[in-house]
């Protein structure tokens, strides 16, 4: 049998030295009437036969490297340089487990630690966790500290309609445990004025994405001072964390918690997951903040070294008094966005940023220019936009499709009122010549009468 | 381990020293050394009430947190500011410089239902067996 | 392992250095928007071998399963196979995006299928959902649907989660993050729920019980059945806290003995790495009355084709998209590589092992509870004569090559150490730990400051956590 290396003899041997006369009797406190029920599951098969048949799966997908990619909407086709998953599949990286013992995991902890301020330079903060389960468990557990800052004294959580309307279903699925609420989000054209005229003492935080969902960027001047004076936090859902590269990060227009998708950084599409839940706070809510931490610290001789820190705010320690009961966290898709900032750096990713943010304009130019469509966004955008169609999105993007285009986001799934409209993602690896073939095939789509 | 002859006890390990119409609090000298270590102090705001065993703040310690519990009912109106930047002195001076808030009580006869030193001891001895 | 120091990546740095490439701009740059650009992203600047050398050296600063032996209780850190990997990254499989039409992402969609299939094979549920990303995510979700489903009948005065005293704390705080009251159930004295003290908290304010089973002395809870009677009748569920699944592989189905809801632990029982803290995967499977309240989007086949559909009383979203895929590849990899047959020889392997290791190791470390195990046992790891508690022996371990044991859990056990062979680990590997820590008994009471001190072969020794936690240091300050 694959991966068990106990012969007959060793067996045997094993039972004679506990003295049971056979393996079935090990399970004598099973009750015998459920003891080894037959499973009904096809039959074990070789590595070869089991590749075999993945890869007659994959052939039933197609995967992004058959189009061009222009879907986004909160999951984004970067590219991934080699290096990266060389070393993340290392086994001394893979296969260790969440550092509790620092003398044998300062691999980990230093990488972990590197994350964590390489994360807070990207965010424009000052203490970021070791990871939540993606961006959108993040933004929760973002609302529910904003409530135990206040000490469970304010019950609301207030929303923006423009944040990732999936974001905003975890937020809800998360929050019937606290007596909370969300609004914000009722009128899905409701304007971020109209979000502050509905702060008020009882609103634990104000959340707002930026980029919006729809690409365009916030109006941020004043607001973290018009939310603090009403005594609540401001979160921030910095999606897609790649506008970081080029943009102001919320921590320099006050943003108390700020949350990102850090799926763009190294992870790869992955068919939605495993990505990585930014989370970042200022030092002052430390205390208040969910998840691992790791800090730097000094041995019996006096070297530096790195620790699991603050844990009295963990599971393990407070269990039902705990910020969170997150334990496994994603460390090791952290650990990959460290070494993407790391390996683009500096100079690297503001080119990631201000190459998505190129593209995505000229293709909105070229798009604006054809007869039927329209760009929906009022200001500045960062590599989404929104287009006005002649047609629904879906019959595009069936049509685009056989074209080799993977369209983008039918916003009327979520939206609506938003009916024809697409929200088109741009990335580095879309090429003007596969913006081109974007461009014509709309114009065509144009013309057809359905 | 020491004791103070002049502050009352409570079942949680904390002292109580009347000095005026302000009691002052901490925690004792046992309970710091079954802590270890203690590298935070969580404290409540001054003014706000709390009845008697209500968790007003909590101690760390690397691996434990304790909450602290009001002895009776009060009210804050000190904090020791000292404390939170430098806990280490709970564990050197509980009884003085780790002095912890001062209060208000509610009904300044309840420091009759306090622990008596001997009391005290005499629990800690029953709690070592 | 590695023990010259690493400097951060922040100290290597060079101004101008860089690794990547990227294409040149091909379009027309646009004008950047003014006031919204940020000055430069203060990142390292170093060179691609600078870069891989760095990662390569702290990769040599870690214990994993692939370089040392790992007997952590209770995380089935057994070998996980490379196959899986290799399976998780297959282009026409991983590059696909969440959002893609359905019909594009069919074969994606019938791995995850045949996947909830196995599963609910394997437990014995009614119906499973991929969605929740990690065990204590898992958690999350069982106790969301046990809600919903007391809401759903307007039972509204259940607000009390028992638990027993030797669960993980995850299970505390997930009940909180819930909205519930936490009762403690105390264990008997053969490691069982205490049934009297169950019996005594029945009633009608109760949600259900979270009991994790084998528990984490090891243990196979031997009133299991009445358990699930007793909770049953008061009008709660049960919550299976599958983290030690490993052992009841083909052996038993927690849906078959009374459990209303579980999670599983792919990254434990299935082979998944765990990544140095994660990426994990917590699917949770449903019996009949708490099917309808599975979290969605789940895949269900007609015809031949496969989509995603919420459940109709779904509690909605656990998180954005369907889970942690790239975990269900190797999970899946796994089960079909073992089959049934395969499945059921893990679980018996790994409790063999596991009592063959208690037999050895009992000479020198005492049990906590004296009965036969499943996966793990639980030793008291302090020598109270030498002044060594079970820390020490744990850091020893570390000279001799071997990943410390779970300590000080679980909370009942004074100087706990949890030992979690798995099924992975060769006879010869057992004897191997047993006679380390016969050595490590017998340094003891020699030099027990051999034990303090440990270790010694780390490229740091022990460390100082109350300094970490007194002055946070969180981030590089440069």
Known sequence: MAYLPATHENRRAMLEKIGAPSVEALFSDVPSAYRFPP????????????????????????????????????????????????LTSRGEFLTAYTPYQPEVSQGTLQAIFEYQSMAAELTGMEVVNASHYDGATAMAEAALMAINVSNGKRHKVLVAPSIHPQYRQVLRTYLPGRQAQVIGDEDPSASLED?????????????????????????VEGLAERVHAAGALLVVVAVPVISLGLLVPPGRYGADIVVAEGQPLGAGLNFGGPYLGIFATRDSYVRKMPGRLVGETVDTEGRRGFVLTLTTREQHIR?????????????????TAAMYMAYMGKAGLRAVAELCYHKAHYAAAEISQLAGYRVLNPGNFFNEFVVACPRPVAEINAALLEKGILGGYDLEQDYPQARNQMLVCLTEMNSRQQIDRLVAALKTLAEVKP | MKIDEKARYTRSHEWVRQEGTLWTYGITDHAQESLSDIVYVELPGVGEPFKQGAALGALESVKAASDLLMPVSGTVREVNEDVASSPEVINSDPFNQGWLLKFEPENPGDWETLLSPADYEALCASEGE | MRLEPEPLIFEMSSPGRRAYTLPELDVPAAALPEGYTREEVNLPEVSELEFVRHYTHLSQKNYSIDTHFYPLGSCTMKYNPRVNEKAATIEGLTQVHPLQPQETVQGSLELMYNLQEALKEISGFAGVSL???????????????MRAYHASRGDTKRTKMLIPDSAHGTNPATSAMSGFSVVQIPSDRRGNVDLE??????????????????NTLGLFEEHVLEVCEAV???????????????ALLGVARPGDLGFDVMHFNLHKTFTTPHGGGGPGSGPVGAGPRLLPFLPGPVVVQEEGQYRLQAPEQSIGRLKAFYGNYGMFLRAYTYIRMMGPDGLRQVAEDAVLNANYL???????????????????????????????????????????????????????????LMIEPTETESKEMLEQFAEIMRQIAEEAGRDPELLRSAPHVTPVFRLDEVRAARNPVLCYKG
């Open chain 3, 131 to 145: 969605q929740p990303a990690a065990g204590a995510h898992g958690e999350f979700t069982g106790v969301l649907m």
């Open chain 3, 232 to 246: 049953h009748a008061c009008g709660g569920l049960m919550y299976g806290d599958g983290a030690n699944l490993n």
């Open chain 1, 39 to 86: 499973l009904k599951l096809p039959k074990a098969v070789s590595e070869m036969e089991i590749l075999d048949e993945l890869y007659g799966l994959a052939l039933k997908n197609k995967s992004t490297g058959c189009f061009a990619t222009f879907l986004g909407a909160g999951a984004y086709n970067h590219f991934v340089p080699s290096a990266i998953p060389a």
């Open chain 1, 195 to 219: 979000l502050l005229a509905r702060l008020d003492g009882d609103t634990a935080c104000l959340i707002v994405q930026n980029p919006t969902f729809f690409g365009d960027l916030l109006p």
């Open chain 3, 197 to 214: 003290a169950l019996r005594r908290e029945c009633d009608d304010s109760v949600v259900g019980l979270m009991l994790t089973n084998p």
């Open chain 1, 319 to 335: 269990r039902e008094k705990a910020t969170s009961n997150i334990c496994t966290n994603q460390g090791l898709v952290a650990l």
């Open chain 3, 358 to 416: 208690k037999a050895l190791v009992t000479p020198y470390f005492s049990l906590a509870i004296d009965r036969s195990c499943m996966h793990e046992f639980v030793v008291h790891g302090d020598i109270p004569a030498a002044g060594v508690r079970a820390l020490d022996v744990s850091k020893r371990l570390i000279d001799y090559g071997v990943h410390p044991p779970t300590n000080y859990f679980p909370l009942i056990v004074h100087d706990a």
